[in-house]
Structures are given as C-alpha cells and as structure tokens.
C-alpha cells in the first residue's frame, strides 16, 4: 500500500428542483413524523429518520426526489449507469445539532438536499483538499462522490435544518433491469 498525492478538479451537483415549493411542505410532513428514529447512532447528531424512507409507507415525495436526483448524478457522472439508491433519509437540526466528519464509502455518489432551511442555518462542508461549502436554500441539491469526506458545524440559528439525504451506487451490471 502506498499513498499518492494526486490534484484533480472533482465535478459535483449544485441545482435547484424547479417543484421544491410543492415537493418541499410534503418531504417535511413525513420527516416531522417520523421524529427521531437513530437516536444519535450515526455520524448525524441530529434527528434522523429511517435509513431508506423509500421503502417507508407514503413515500411518494421522495421517490419524486430520487428520480431527480438520479438524473442530476448523470450530469456529473462519466458514463451511463442505472442507480439503486441504496439508503435515503431525512434529518432535522436543531441549536447544538451537527455532522461529524465523515463519507459514504463506498457509494457511488452522495447527496444532501435542503428541504427547510434559512441562511443562517450551519452550510454542508466538503472536504477533501480544502473546503467547499454547500450554503443552504431551500430546494437545492447537491450531489458529490461518495468518498468525500463532510460534515456540518453545529446548528447555531433557531431555524431548524431539514434535509434529506443518502446514496446511490450503480445497479450491478449483470442485472438486465
Ligand atoms: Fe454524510
């Protein structure tokens, strides 16, 4: 084994969902719900709801979602794939709440989208070399390799932080559907 420094630009998704005004109230009702169902296990410090709310009951809102976040991941990704979204849930920040660092390795691609948020909510932070911060607005996606590191400061503002996140690897290539 061997380290290697390499420099690379690394393309990620930064997009607005045009329908976030009425997909957005929908994805909240459910993730407000649902409460807290992690209880702090993972890297989120927050409340968190079940790992693949795609499979939940009344999950249409975030099947409308996945499918826009799959086709944004195709913009970034070098070649065609089909995607399984292998986990995708829904978090809510409030004062003191935050992220660990940490990726998502070893899925394909990670994502993290704003549902309700106010700009003085904390920014999602990617770092590898360096830091690139994703400053939070209502409705916007972001889409990154999942073996980039991130994590959130801790939540500051009184306007709780609700997103949805999770990741998506590529269906295997033997499987014809
Ligand atoms: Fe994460």
Not at 11 to 22: C, F, G, L, Q, R
Not at 116 to 132: A, I, K, M, Q, R
Not at 139 to 146: A, E, I, S
Request: proline share 6%; aromatic share 12%.
């Amino acid at each position: 084994m061997k380290d290697v420094t390499f420099t690379k630009r690394i393309k990620i998704v930064e997009s607005i969902y045009d329908d976030h005004e009425t997909l957005n109230p929908k994805l909240e009702k459910i993730i407000r719900e649902q409460g807290d169902r992690q209880n702090y296990r993972t890297a989120l410090k927050a409340h968190m709801t079940e790992m693949n709310m795609l499979k939940e009951d009344n999950s249409e809102p975030f099947h409308e979602l996945s499918d826009y976040i799959y086709k944004e991941s195709l913009s970034i990704s070098p070649a065609f794939y089909k995607p399984t979204f292998i986990d995708c849930w829904g978090g809510l920040y409030k004062v003191g709440h935050h992220a660990e660092i940490h990726d998502h390795w070893p899925a394909l691609y990670s994502f993290v989208y704003y549902v309700n948020v106010s700009e003085e909510c904390s920014p999602l932070v990617l770092t590898d070399c360096g830091f690139h911060y994703i400053k939070p607005k209502n409705g916007l996606l972001t889409v990154f390799p999942g073996w980039i590191k991130h994590f959130v400061p801790k939540q500051e503002s009184s306007h709780e932080r609700i997103i949805v996140s999770g990741n998506i690897s590529p269906k295997s290539i033997y499987e014809s559907t």
